[in-house]
């Protein structure tokens, strides 16, 4: 166990240098951080407006959308962990050495929670100058959201490490991605939208559509790595602890699942390139 | 390939269709038991039906609520997505007692018994108030008397109007003839109607119930539980009390906000004034108050609303800045003033009693006038001088105007990224 921890850390450090030394984690944090300032800007525009505003917890909305970007890179991140080093061949060198498959999705998970962390205290940094200047103030809230986040970058980047143990190629891998990510994010959104139209405004089609859509996703909300983020977020707003505890632990679950998944996928797909 | 096609597209089609039976299953008008229920929100009485689809009944713990059991008709109306009653068509009272179980166990058997509702400001004017059993019928009868008092006094007013507009008559016309014409005739004021209203006296089952689960059933004449009673039902209670706030901003006094929960900021733009409105509230279950008016409605049992209830009296605000105190302020009496001319625009004024004795109020408030810049908790003091729980709120002003030095530090994780890349790239 010692012996396949020090492979991890090994994997990992070179790993997480990699990425730290990489202009990509530090575009996806100025992405997040330029989102979060719309938002921002919109409370600034909406105070001026009214003259007034109340909200319990202004930064949660811009961290959500902070989240979902740091959580993304997260998970493109880990989509090509796997499927670049089978591309380049590395990988297969790798297990000439002393690495077995558990070991190797380890290290890029962990990896990945690491370069998420590194933008979370960027996002932090800037919602402290944000909080400031503006006079918006942090509340105890946001810390509990952070915590959260880590949670849900683990999905975030599980889902990302299994999508890329069934591909050999990096390209596949990001439209693999896209088009997975992008439908459940869609669904998501759409129903969203649904969910603030009044049943009597709507229309018999659109009512249909509402169900469709509904129903697909009590389907995928087990699978989805973004109902466990809405879910999360949620919890936080409602300030409801067995909701933040029952999200906590649902995503390690998740987490745990999809990871053991990865580890036979790449033991069942092989390491070599095709 | 083609296999994995094939079974995606027959869970696709399950699917659509799965949503489709859903919707064209519209339940057809039938014949059913229904609960039909009269239930103290916190602030009136709201008229829920639970039809058979429905099993749980949600009322307020320690309140008298009034059921009744009847045998209509029930259809789905898929423009409002919901059951509903048609009373018109059948509405035939059924059951003799009611039972209430906590487990197995009885802890309550109730007959029919009269009731009122008593509207002390009119029909529409709130405060509500059931009384059952002969303090209904006395209701009943004080309504009654009052009502035929005013009929009396408004027959004797037409007899009164009569007679003097002969007087009247007669005075122009012994004017016209020269004749003394004594004093011009006063004209008869017109009666005042009741201005409380009360219900016909109707039977139904009332009783209160402690908070907890429990289980409701009617039987019929024989003991015999009637088909269709048997429901769950909750009585809840409010989890915490506090102090709300309606927020008049001075610049739209029209669009007033509400801040209910002590975790909500009240953001001010810099310096401007407010008006604050307070209001005793208390805090249900989201889920468990959806369902007591509206038992159709949805609702989520994991989040809490506040409920406003009556405007508080005999209470001032305090501003606290930091631990000291920043002022104390006290309900006041304020009219709206529009501007003189075409242009729009409008001052709100203190109203002076002394000055203006029967001005009218548009509104009265705390108004507090939050200063450019600085942290403020507001809280309301009771008359003994104590803070009452749950009614503190902080008022930030925002003090940003330019937003153009939130986007250029949004940059900064960039440039921290470029720095450290050249530094890696002239370290090699």
Redesign the interface.
Known sequence: MSYRWTVIKSIMKREARSSFFSLGLYIAATIACLVSAFIFNTYINTVEGNNIMVMASPLNTPLFYAVIVAALYAAISSSTALSREKDRGTLEVLFYGPVDHLSVILAKFFEDIISFLIIMLLVTIYFAYAAITTNLGFSITYLYAIILSIFIASCMSSFGLWLSSLTARIRTSILLLIVVMGGLLGLQFLQNYILTLKPENLSLSMVYIMGIVSNILRVIKWVSPFSYLTDGINAVALGSVSMYIENMIGAIIYTVVLLTATVYTLKWKGVRKL | MRKTCCISALILIF??L???I??SAETPKSKEVVYSLNVWDGKDYAAPFYPSAYDTIYVMADYENVYSVKETLVYYWP???EYMADWDGLNKDVGETIEVLKGNEIIGTYKKVDYVFYYPKGYWGGGTQLFTGDKAKEKKKEYDQAVNKYWKEVEAYYQAYEKYNKEVEEFYQNIQEGKPAGKIPQEPAPPTAPTFYVTDISKAYVFSLPPGQYTIRTKDKNEEIIPGTVKNLIAFSHRREGIGYN?I????WT?P???D?S???????RE?T?YFQPYKEWEFNELYYNKLSKPQSPG?S??WIWVHMDPVSNVKLRIYSGDSIFSEIRNRPYYVEQVPGSALGYNIKLLDRKENPYGMADFSAFKFSVPP?G?YKLVTIDSKGDIIENSDR?I??????D?R???I??????I???V??II?RVGR
Request: proline residues 5%; charged residues 20%.
């Open positions: 699917v659509i799965s949503s489709a859903g919707f423009l409002t997505r927020i901003p001075e610049s739209k669009y906000e509400v801040a929960d975790s909500e900021i009240v953001y001010q733009y401007g407010l989520r994991d989040r810049t942290d902080y930030r002003p925002i003090t940003v105007t937003a030095n939130i986007f530090a949004s940059l900064g994780p960039l921290i990224g470029l450290i890349y890696r």
